[in-house]
């Protein structure tokens, strides 16, 4: 990244690695005489005020460029917030409605599934109640049917008791 220091062009990176290397050098290395240890020095101090004023002129120009708003420009943004806010709101009511809308048919699709297994419900009971009507009906046919062979029986057995005791009366005679 190239930046403006004054007159003169740098590359940000660069300086920071010349910096790197300065202060690496002048840790590391024991046997720096002591001219040559301020020339180290003076070069990290050069390289920090040249980026310090680059970054302060960048400060600069945005305070500048933040200060030197005209009132009709700040009209202008002020009605951009407004309208930008207005939007805002109406996006998050309509998401709502959506969202209200969605629960709405989720809610009445349950409704219809447990009026449905409601129904099937009935009309399995009402199945179940007409075969125990059926086997009832069905005893009572049964019932029905063994008295009236019974009724035959009991004619029968009177008939042959009749029977009996008319030959029984013929033979004693």
Known sequence: MLVQGGNNVYDKNEMLKKRALAVKVLENNKT?????????????????????????????????????????AKKHMGRKLAVTGICIVMIAIIAMAVYRRNE?????????????????????GGSDAEEAGNLIKSYGQIVSIKKAIQQQISSLVDIVVVVDSFLMILTMH
């Open 32 to 72: 720096l005489t002591s001219v040559q240890q301020q020339q180290l020095l003076k070069l990290i101090r050069e390289i920090d005020n040249t980026l310090n004023t680059v970054e302060l002129g960048k400060l600069d120009i945005a305070s500048n460029c933040i200060t030197n708003v005209s009132k009709s």
């Open 104 to 124: 709405a048919q989720r809610r009445l699709q349950e409704y219809n599934e447990n009026i449905h297994l409601v129904s099937l419900m009935m009309i399995i």
